[in-house]
């Protein structure tokens, strides 16, 4: 089965970082292009981050360019990212996901979504 779990989130004080992990059973990370999405208190959820495949290339909502990098380590089957002066607009339940198909902006094209990890930036 396909599973992709969360981890590395919790809470820390503006400016501060935090590297979130995802990690994959079921599937090869390298082969598929892997985004991350945030869903804050009483907002939708929205597009972070993604990698694609096969060429590596990554893209970023603006508010997060220059602060979050998103890696993937093929050997440990990991896709990370890395959030470094975060702000309290940060704050969010963080989601990887694997994309199935589509542009990697869009929420549809991810067949497969992890359960989540809390992020709290305090101001």
């Known amino acids: 089965q396909v599973q992709l779990v969360e981890s590395g989130g919790g809470l820390v004080e503006a400016g501060g970082s935090l590297r979130l992990s995802c990690a994959a059973s079921?599937?090869?990370?390298?082969?598929?292009?892997v985004g991350w999405f945030r869903q804050g208190p009483g907002k939708e959820r929205e597009f972070v981050a993604a990698?694609?495949?096969?060429?590596?290339?990554?893209d970023y909502r603006n508010s997060v360019k220059g602060r979050f990098t998103i890696s993937r380590d093929s050997a440990k089957n990991t896709v990370y990212l890395q959030m470094n002066s975060l702000k309290p607009e940060d704050t969010a339940i963080y989601y990887c996901?694997?994309?199935?198909?589509?542009?990697?902006?869009?929420?549809?094209?991810?067949?497969?979504w992890g359960q989540g990890t809390q992020v709290t930036v305090s101001s």
């Open positions: 079921g599937l090869t990370f390298s082969m598929y292009g």
């Open positions: 996901a694997v994309a199935t198909g589509g542009n990697l902006q869009y929420q549809a094209s991810y067949g497969y």
């Open positions: 990698v694609g495949w096969p060429g590596g290339r990554t």
